[in-house]
Structures are given as C-alpha cells and as structure tokens.
C-alpha cells in the first residue's frame, strides 16, 4: 500500500513524479504529494483525494526542481487530510536547512519518539508517525551528520515496519532511501537516478532496476548511487532487466484493469505452465534444488496466506489431500502468527501472495524459520519480492502486472501453480499414473477452458441487472467449490459494496436459511462432481423459502437444476481438478458489471489496498 517516488537528475523531475505516482494508484491512497529541491528552497505540493489534486494544484501554481520526492499515502496514523499527507517537513535553518520525508509502512513506537521531540521544541503539524522520523533526520542532520549518516543514525530507533525516502535543501541532487518490512526499489538512469517503492512507476523512463534487500539504505545522486546493508557495510546488489514493458499497465482498449485483467487470464495461465510440463508430466525441478528429495520426504503440508491467496489456498487442500493423501493445514496468516503452532514432523511450509510483500503473511514466514518446517515455498507473483527472497524454494505465477485491487489474474495463476504443486506431491507420493495423467491433461487444456468460460460475458452482463439494487447475496459451494464461493463473495463486496457472504452448501440449516427471501440471491455453483446430489438437496431449501436462485452449473448435469423462473449460466465441461479455475471466471465477471452498474471505483475500491504492507 501507498507508493514512493524520489528522482535525482539535470531536469525538472515534477512530470515524471506525478506520472510516478499515477502508476501507483492501484496501490490504494487518499491523499497525494510532492517534495522538491529549487533554486528557492524547499517546495512542497499536498492534496487529499486523488493525484489529480495534486496535478491540479501543480497546474495552478507550478513548481520546478531538479530534485524531488512524492508520495501517496493510504491513511494508517491520522485521518485522510492535507495535513497528513506526505510529504512531511522539518526545519528550515541555515545550519541544517529543511528536511522532507516521505514513508510507507508504520512506526509502533512513534508515541515516545513524539514525546521526546516535544521536549527538544519540535512542534508537529500532522497526527502521522511519519512526521517524527523527518524530525529525528533533522536533528542529526542539524548536529553536522550528512542526509546519508542521518538516516542512517535514525533507523534503529524505529520499531516496526517503513520504506523511505528523503531529501534536504543542504544536499541538492540527493535522495536518500531505506526500506525494512517494505518494498523499496532503485532504478538507474543515465544522468538521473530514481528510488521508487514499486517498478510500474519508474517503467516509462528505466528498464534497470536494484531490489534493495531488507534493512538496506540506499543513496541516489544524479551519476551515481549506493547501497549499504543493515551493518553499515557498501554492498554491490544485482541489476535486474524489467521483462515488461510500461504498455503492460495500460488499459488499452478496455474499461478498466480488471476487465483486462480478467481476459488476460488464459495468456497468464499458458504463461504460468510455460517450460513447466514436458512429456506428460511437471518438471519437478521448478520448484527449486532438490524438489523431488523434498516433496517425497513431505509427510504434511501447512499453507498461509491472506485474502485471495487465502481461498487459492483452501482449494489446494482439497486438491492435495485427495492426490497425495498427505494432511493439509490452511491459516490466515495474520492468525497464524499470533498462535501456538503445532508443527507435524517434515510439514512443508507453503507461503502465497501475489505481492510477495503481504505483511502478515512475511512475518509468518519469518516466525516459521525456527519452528522445524522441512522447508518454506513460496508461491508468488514477483521474483524480486521479499517472500520469494526470505523463501529456501520458490514457484513463480507468472501472471505479469495485476494493477486492479480486485485481484484477478493473480488469483487464477495461483490456483494453477498450487494444482501443479498439488499433483507433483501426488506422483512422490503413490497417484496413480492414470489419475496423474488425466491431471495433466486438464492443466494443458486449462487456457482454452477459461477462455470457453470468458464467452459467457454477455450473459453476465445481463445477470448483473438482478444485483443493481441489492445489498445482500449469499454464494454456496460444496468441496472445492466452496472457497470458490467465497472468492465469489469477495469479489462481490469489495468491487460493488454489495454485503455477500459465502457457505458450505451443507451448512444452510444451520442459521444462513433464516436469511433467504425473495430479495435475497442465492448464488449456487454446481460442477458435475461426487457432491452434485447433496447440492441439489440444498438448491431445493432455498426453492423452499422463495430465495432467488442462480446456478452455475456444468452443462453436463444442468438439467432439472433449476426451474423455468430461475437464471441458470451453463459451463461446458472441462474436468474436474480444473473445474474450480474455471468455475471462478463467470464470478468475476458478474462482479465487474454489478459493480460497473453501480457506479463504483472498480479498480480502486474504497478503503482498500492493492498490497497490503503493513499489520
């Protein structure tokens, strides 16, 4: 969440700032601003809502500078409010000029700094953390130290989590960047160097990028750059190429990055399974050295993760238990790392985020180092991202920039990588080779089952209109079906601020009934599996209370499921391993139009973030 940009260069850096931070929007912000170093000083530009603002106040009042840092923040320590946007300011003496900081992430222990600095006669505009690390760099700054020795003096005061960057009136030409528990990245120009806390924002003017790794520093001048470790010692961190390009975050010609997100799903899961099987069957290898060792040793399997990657994860339980007969384990992470663990002997630890920068899910990642796992997996969508880093094994999802909040493609590349995962376990562990070659199959046909299922968009569009007025929808699944309709729900609340809640068809006698009217939807997903009758018991108690149902069902046994009066969308068959992926795409689909229909921001709801990088 939130996103840094810091330019160093010979011209005025102000367009690529803001076009920086409009890269960033799906990051999630309410309020924006831009710090710059000019001939007259310190110049400083805020505004609550959106980058326009800000654009706005820049087009009214421009401002110049060689030297700057922006920023948009999504409100953690104070209200959305100009006087809480960064960037925040300190000082502005001859001897130690002024101070401008910008940080994402948060400082837990901002309360005593703040008392300490009052009593010093720093004054504080802003409710933020933020502002007491831009008065503590000013101290030391003020004391003789350079802006590089000061941040660096300043960071082990702070307890919790930040990505900075900062810039003083004393030091033209240079940025100073830092990054623990959050995701900060330099970029390398020819003439102007760049810090950035995401590679989308600095694509149109660099393909070469550093991944600072955690509790570096780093400094930028307009020629040059460094990088020190948590030790205080220069290091040289590898350049990586950037294997897209700026036109893969544009919209094109679609509505928004959701619905392009959507349609780019058979390409991102071709992509995915690309080099990955090869003569009938996975190349073991791609989940790291000695994969095949590992997975044969595996006697359980412990999965975390969060929202999206979360419900991926409940369906890789169904999927592994049944092929490779070996217990499965799912937790929220942000659960996980707050209990008593009891770990089984040789549990491989599986990690999914598509960010790789999910804050509850690294800190459970972190915890678990020490507590005997066989090994950790990570499942992710970013090479460089700290989870894949801080992870003995990795399997990437190749889904390519996800820029809708909504997550998408991310989520069905993960579900194709844990269904690889979930089949190589079973082959180490005695599936059968007929079961494990039908599996292939159905992964190999995979793209094309999903691009059948995008077909059916025009009918969901017209479903949509059923939900325009709603502000309740109930989503039923049986066994792996059943974390599809909670995928279902969410996608449905958070994208059209419809309340949905997703059950086990099962458990509808036991208290969701007493919900079902005539107002109410009832969204039924139907595949032609070993639960279809149990699910036939249960479409019929909502029948019973008048609800109105929708069913998803596999064209195969969609017969006599529903009745004339209810909406019936038909799948065509495609396997049942595979029938979850594919069950997922009408789902989102009918939550972009609901939501288009209603008029919400579909790719930056309220209130939410596309990475969410602190607890």
């Known amino acids: 969440m939130c996103g840094i940009v810091g330019i160093a260069a010979r011209r005025d850096v102000v367009p690529t700032l803001i076009a920086g931070l409009k890269a960033l929007e799906y990051r999630g912000y309410d309020s924006a601003g831009i710090a710059l170093l000019t001939d007259t000083g310190m110049q400083r530009r805020r505004a609550k809502g959106k980058v326009a603002e800000l654009e706005a106040l820049q087009a009214s009042d421009p401002i110049e500078g060689h030297t700057g840092i922006a920023h948009t923040r999504w409100a953690t320590h104070g209200v959305p409010a100009e006087r809480n946007a960064h960037p925040m300011l300190s000082g502005a003496t001859a001897r130690s000029g002024a101070i401008a900081v910008v940080h994402n992430g948060i400082i837990e222990n901002h309360s005593e700094l703040r008392d300490e600095l009052r009593a010093r006669g720093y004054e504080f505009s802003s409710d933020t953390d933020t502002e007491v690390m831009a008065h503590l760099i000013h101290a030391e700054h003020a004391a003789g130290l350079s802006l590089l020795d000061a941040v660096r003096k300043v960071l082990p005061r702070l307890h919790g989590a930040y990505a900075i960057a900062a810039v003083s009136t004393l030091e033209p030409g240079v940025v100073v960047g830092a990054r623990k528990g959050s995701p900060m990245v330099m970029g390398l120009g020819v003439g102007e160097q760049y810090l950035a806390s995401d590679i989308h924002a600095l694509l149109p003017v660099t393909r070469s990028f550093v ?4 509790g570096d520093v780093a400094e930028i001048r307009i020629e040059s750059t460094r990088v020190f470790d948590s030790d205080g010692n220069e290091v040289q961190r590898p350049v990586k190429q950037a294997h897209f390009s700026a036109d893969a975050v544009q919209r094109g010609e679609y509505r928004h990055y959701m619905l392009k997100e959507i349609h780019e799903q058979p390409t991102a899961i071709a992509d995915t399974l690309e080099g990955r099987i090869s003569d009938g069957h996975i190349l073991t290898g791609i989940f790291g050295p000695n994969a095949a060792e590992l997975l044969t040793s595996t006697r359980a399997v412990q999965l975390v993760a969060c929202g999206s990657s979360y419900h991926a994860s409940m369906v890789a339980k169904y999927w592994i238990e049944s092929l490779a007969r070996i217990p499965v384990s799912v937790e929220i992470a942000s659960e996980y790392r707050y209990r008593d663990i009891v770990v089984l002997p040789d549990t491989l630890l599986v990690t999914v985020s598509q960010s790789g920068e999910t804050a509850d899910t690294l800190a459970a990642l972190k915890m678990a180092k020490g507590m005997g796992y066989l090994s950790q997996l990570a499942i992710c969508n970013v090479p460089e991202s700290s989870l894949v880093r801080e992870s003995e094994l990795s399997l990437m999802t190749r889904a390519g920039p996800e820029i809708g909040v909504a997550s998408t493609k991310a989520f069905i590349t993960q579900l194709t990588a844990l269904l690889m995962l979930a089949l190589e376990l079973g082959r180490h562990h005695g599936l059968s080779d007929e079961r494990y070659s039908a599996g292939i199959a159905q992964l190999e046909h995979l793209p094309s089952a999903v691009r059948s299922a995008l077909a059916l968009d025009g009918q969901l569009l017209q479903l949509a209109g059923l939900f325009a007025n709603k502000q309740h929808a109930l989503f039923l699944g049986r066994g792996t079906q059943f974390p599809i309709a909670m995928e279902g729900a969410l996608k449905l609340k958070e994208i059209s601020y419809i309340h ?3 059950y086990p068809a099962g458990e509808l006698k036991h208290g969701p009934l007493a919900l079902v009217d005539e107002d109410m939807p009832v969204i039924a997903v139907a595949p032609n599996d070993h639960l279809l009758e149990k699910l036939k018991s249960n479409i ?27 909406t019936l969308i038909e799948l065509a068959p495609h396997g049942d391993l595979i029938a979850p992926i594919v069950f997922t795409i009408p789902l989102q689909l009918l939550s972009y ?3 288009v229909l209603r008029g919400t921001d579909v790719d930056q709801p309220r209130n939410l973030a596309k990475s969410v990088t602190v607890e």
């Open 593 to 595: 139009h609901v939501a």
């Open 500 to 502: 949905a809640e997703a």
């Open 211 to 214: 991944y600072l790794a955690e």
């Open 540 to 566: 019929e108690e909502v029948r019973a209370r008048g609800g109105q149902l929708i069913v998803f069902a596999d064209q195969s046994v969609s017969r006599g499921i529903t009745h004339p009066q209810e």
